[in-house]
């Protein structure tokens, strides 16, 4: 069955890149853009720029609401209950930077961090660096075969000296889900904060971060078919009143003298400095973009795509599938083959896959791998980029193999 997508004409990069004979397949890493966010931005500079929150002008204040009319669609989007828990950030890995430095201050030595073995570098690197300075341990949840973390283990490891739990929504390799629900409710039987890295998953379906019961939750724009330049720290509001402010300058400060100062509560105290305006001015743009849609015409859709996705690479003999992918994205290894040479020879056929270890070095070790390749989907593709993406894959393996 050939599924179409409806929405490809929104995102004009993708003819672009037809007719530079290029299939795109590694929204994973960053998503093309639809028209409306392309507009928005283009309007912002072409009717006026203006920093935000201090000029009293009118482009200031033009500006200004522009920028918190987006606070107010990313609380909407996450179901927070008040734009005060949005944090605007540069992205998610500069979200889960300022909460290793916000929270340090609560931790003891000896208190434990822990992690799953899935996780990004963005969501294992800031907490490996915390637990290094403040003499914390980090403590590794095992996975099961199919790239969700065990709970049984999680059960043991999970306990009175765990302070913070930050694990992916999304796996960016295995495209599985992690259990959330369970793993959180570990976490929050033992007192700990409970952060989730939201940067995949955020992507497919709607989340709900009241329901998640999480402390924090963090993504980036451009994965979501938003800018770059811009993400999101959602905190419960407690937690976000507990975290330290771990960048000074303009605007989060509330009074200055030359010995002291006092900062503003979130979420302006955690913005120092300007802002990436137009991005949140277009990530706004982008949610009202993706609100628009038919969610269940785009589950549909997605879960086709990734359902030929999979069968493809199924049938391929010598292909092997990286745990068990629910959505969006598949990785896998081809016996005998280097992931290197594989992603040449697809490059070469102008499909753009991802090759390599995914920004998940440990993990690829756990599994004994150098690397492997990722195809991911987002909105716009269709059976058709599936179809090149299969007869390019059977050409390079004609030559490898
Ligand atoms: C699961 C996960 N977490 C965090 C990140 C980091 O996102 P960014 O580079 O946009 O900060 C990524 C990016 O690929 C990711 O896939």
């Not at 002008?57 to 500006?63: D, E, I, N």
């Not at 660096?129 to 999970?158: F, H």
């Not at 990436?276 to 969610?295: C, E, K, Q």
């Not at 081809?334 to 290197?340: I, K």
Request: net charge negative; glycine share 10%.
């Amino acid at each position: 069955m050939f599924h179409a997508s409806p929405w490809r004409s929104d995102f004009p990069a993708i003819a672009a890149l037809q007719h530079q004979q290029q299939t795109y397949l590694d929204s994973a890493a960053t998503t093309q853009k639809p028209h409306a966010l392309i507009d928005a931005i283009g309007q912002y500079y072409a009717q006026g720029a203006a920093n935000v929150h201090r000029a009293q002008h009118l482009p200031g204040s033009l500006a200004t609401r522009a920028f918190e009319a987006s606070r107010e669609k990313v609380a909407q989007w996450l179901n927070a209950s008040s734009a005060e828990q949005i944090v605007f950030t540069h992205g998610a890995t500069s979200a889960l930077n300022l909460l290793a430095y916000g929270l340090a201050e609560q931790f003891q030595p000896g208190d434990e961090l822990v992690i799953s073995a899935a996780e990004h570098h963005a969501n294992l690197l800031p907490w490996q660096q915390l637990a290094k300075r403040r003499g914390l341990s980090l403590r590794v949840l095992p996975l099961e075969a199919s790239g969700v973390v065990d709970l049984q283990a999680a059960a043991q490891i999970i306990g009175p000296r765990t302070r913070v739990l930050a694990v992916s929504q999304l796996s960016n390799v295995f495209g599985a889900w992690q259990p959330l629900s369970p793993l959180l409710a570990l976490a929050r039987a033992q007192g700990a904060t409970t952060v989730v890295d939201g940067a995949q998953g955020v992507v497919h379906g709607r989340h709900d971060v009241e329901h998640m019961q999480c402390d924090f939750y963090v993504f980036s724009s451009h994965k979501l078919y938003g800018p770059d330049g811009v993400g999101v720290l959602y905190g419960r509001r407690e937690a976000l009143l507990k975290l330290a402010h771990w960048q000074f300058g303009g605007e989060m400060v509330h009074q200055a003298d030359y010995q002291s100062a006092s900062f503003h509560p979130a979420p302006l105290g955690h913005e120092a400095g300007t802002p990436p305006i137009a991005s949140v001015i277009g990530l706004g743009a982008t949610l009202d973009y993706l609100s628009g849609l038919d969610t269940q015409a785009v589950a549909e859709h997605e879960a086709g795509l990734h359902a030929q996705l999979l069968a493809g690479l199924r049938a391929r003999s010598g292909v092997q599938l990286l745990g068990a992918p629910q959505v969006a994205l598949a990785s896998f290894v081809v016996e005998g083959v280097h992931n290197a040479d594989l992603a040449h020879l697809l490059t070469d056929q102008g499909i753009a896959v991802r090759a390599g270890h995914h920004c998940a070095m440990p993990l690829m070790k756990h599994l004994g791998l150098s690397g492997c390749i990722r195809v991911s989907l987002g909105l716009y593709n269709d059976s058709g980029d599936l179809q090149r993406f299969f007869e390019g894959l059977d050409k390079a393996l004609e030559i490898l193999v």
